[in-house]
């Protein structure tokens, strides 16, 4: 068994659609950076996944995502002999296990109900040293009876409930784009990492046809991210901003310039929406954690929902940009939902010793 003097290993789920979860890992492998410069970080990824990466950490190229990887992800961590071995809404029970034999500490984020519950399962809380449950949009967060159940048979784990984890929007990283932005307070509509597809067409298009109907009927400065996935090229419109894609706290800088925004409902975008502030639409553009968190968020009051088609996402729109007392009243709400990325990141530093 090899000791804990091996750096952070991230495995998260990302692949050719969804990047949530690799830029999750990301948000967090840069905080622990900031606070230990000495500690080596390593990512699997799957090597088709179109994400921005960082050249301060190493990168290990897979099959596929670590959970239908094969053995990869178990030769990988015996070659590094990291610390920690982060498990971002993936992995496999003998994954887990390899980690742990290994002498890591084992790492699972949980950001769905199924993932959630798959963390608390006895076959995989054998191996686990730490389970970090993001309940994004939840004001009051809390384990349930059977979770602290097991909790109590599995004493080695610890848990930690957190709300966000988000990375500090950098407006610096907006210079490049600043010439072609609107004023400040324009409406702003990203459906996500550009990968899904609804009915054969990129939602990043569906949203693009929103911006240009808002903008006609309101008379609103629109803002379209398309995303780092979204398969067409440069789109240059006449009538609302197209942007191509942003690193990550660029996003975040341009949602806090932002008066009110239309988004998917994935959870890192939902995420960085909630840190800014921000009064948003939200539909379901993919994913299946997405149509849950729509009906969460919206039943609690924390944004409008609307089916994925151009007229109903630019109707909310306008509705929203029209009542102000409604936007007023999501964003005072949003407000409470706190950032555990620093929470987060201690946890790992401290895992790894």
């Known amino acids: 068994m090899k000791g804990h003097s091996g750096g952070i290993l991230f495995a998260p789920a990302s692949g050719p659609r969804g990047t949530g979860e690799y830029y999750r890992c990301l948000i967090l492998a840069r905080a622990v950076r900031r606070m230990r410069d000495d500690i080596a970080i390593d990512f699997l990824l799957q090597r088709d996944a179109t994400v921005e990466r960082d050249d301060r950490f190493t990168y290990h190229e897979l099959s596929a995502t670590p959970a239908h990887a094969g053995h990869e992800v178990t030769e990988h961590i ?5 610390g920690v071995v982060v498990f971002d809404n993936t992995g496999r029970r003998h994954q887990l296990r390899a980690a742990h034999r290994a002498g890591a500490r084992v790492v ?4 769905r109900a199924r993932k959630r519950l798959k963390g608390f399962r006895p076959r995989l809380m054998r191996w686990m040293d730490c389970h970090i449950v993001l309940d994004s949009g939840n004001p009051s967060p809390a384990l349930g009876l059977h979770e602290r159940l097991l909790l109590a048979c599995f004493r080695r784990v610890s848990v930690d409930l957190v709300q966000l984890i988000v990375p500090p929007p950098d407006p610096a990283g907006l210079a490049p784009w ?7 307070g324009h409406a702003l509509f990203v459906a996500g990492g550009g990968g ?5 067409r990129p939602a990043s298009e569906i949203f693009l046809e929103a911006a240009v109907e808002f903008r006609r009927a309101s008379g609103r400065d629109a803002v379209v991210v398309m995303g780092p996935q979204y398969p067409g090229g440069e789109i240059d419109h006449p009538q609302v901003t197209v942007l191509s894609a942003l690193p990550m706290t660029a996003l975040g800088a341009l949602l806090e310039r932002a008066g009110l925004a239309v988004i998917g409902a994935g959870n890192m975008l939902s995420g960085q929406a909630m840190a800014a502030r921000l009064p948003c639409v939200m539909t379901a553009a993919g994913g299946r954690d997405q149509p849950a968190r ?6 609690s ?4 929902a609307a089916d994925l088609n151009a007229a109903d996402l630019a109707h909310a729109a306008g509705s ?3 009542d102000p007392e409604l936007m007023a009243r999501l964003a005072e709400r949003v407000a409470r939902i706190e950032d555990g990325t620093l929470v987060v990141a201690r946890r790992l530093v401290s895992l790894r010793g």
């Open 78 to 82: 015996d070659s590094l002999g990291p």
């Open 108 to 111: 699972w984020i949980s950001s």
């Open 178 to 184: 600043l010439d072609r932005l609107p004023p400040p």
């Open 196 to 200: 899904y597809r609804f009915r054969g």
């Open 294 to 299: 729509v009906r969460r968020l919206a039943g």
């Open 301 to 304: 009051g924390m944004v409008v």
């Open 320 to 322: 929203l940009a029209a």
